[in-house]
């Protein structure tokens, strides 16, 4: 079992739907990741929060819009996707202070239709 | 840029001794940390070096040479379970951020 949980497990979801991908912790951890990770690849960051604030984007797309609504909760909004943006989503967690590793989430295996 | 090479695959038999290597060279250092991924499932947190030298923990060990820019996963007394993907990952400078090697693969064999 990790500390950081993800909601759902498995998604599956045409180009025109619209979801989203939650990611839960309670260790006070004030940064927070998301990753996309293809199968037999590493994973790859898209964002980061540090203190509910946006710090990082790694020139994802659009379609994807994170929100930090309060320092446990971490949201991925989907919309317009693509085939090639099914992979395991993955979020992570860490404190902000000191060398604590992240904390990874089992992850969201999404499906694009 | 960043840049972390570890071997893609490895083999080894019950019992054994492996060792996986990650070389790096990236622009900041704030540690080197080794994962555990079993397919389809997230990576779990194994092991990590801030400061030269070598630490253990239980039947996993992992060395830093900073000036090397060299490290590794030391795995003694392997078990079946412990097949799986190791990932080297490089803490950068800006806000925890991880650089992760592709991964290597390892199969423990009976």
């Known amino acids: 079992d990790t500390e950081v949980t993800q909601t759902p497990k498995h998604l599956v979801m045409g180009m025109t739907n619209k979801k989203s991908l939650k990611c839960e912790q309670h260790?006070?951890?004030?940064?927070m990741y998301w990753y996309k990770q293809k199968a037999k690849k590493p994973p790859e960051l898209m964002f980061v929060?540090?203190?509910?604030?946006?710090?990082i984007n790694e020139s994802v797309p659009s379609r994807f819009s994170p929100e930090c609504p309060n320092s446990s909760l971490l949201n991925l909004h989907l919309h317009a996707l693509q085939p090639e943006d099914s992979a395991l989503y993955l979020c992570?967690?860490?404190?902000?202070?000191?060398?604590?590793?992240?904390?990874f989430g089992d992850g969201t295996r999404l499906s694009i239709l | 840029g960043q840049n972390i090479d570890q071997p893609t695959e490895m083999t080894a038999t019950e019992g054994a001794i492996v060792q996986i290597n990650c070389t790096y060279q990236?622009?900041?250092?704030?540690?080197l940390f080794w994962y555990q991924q079993h397919a389809g499932e997230a990576p779990t947190f194994l092991s990590y070096?801030?400061?030269?030298g070598l630490e253990e923990k239980g039947r996993f060990s992992s060395f830093l040479s900073r000036s090397k820019g060299y490290s590794y996963l030391l795995l003694k007394e392997l078990q079946m379970k412990d097949s799986a993907s190791y990932l080297c990952?490089?803490?950068?400078?800006?806000?925890?951020?991880?650089?992760f090697g592709r991964g290597t693969q390892l199969t423990v064999w009976p």
């Open positions: 992570a967690s860490r404190p902000t202070q000191g060398n604590q590793p992240q904390h």
């Open positions: 260790m006070g951890h004030r940064a």
């Open positions: 929060y540090s203190y509910e604030k946006l710090s």
């Open positions: 990236t622009s900041g250092f704030n540690g």
């Open positions: 070096n801030v400061l030269d």
């Open positions: 990952a490089v803490r950068g400078s800006t806000l925890g951020r991880l650089y």
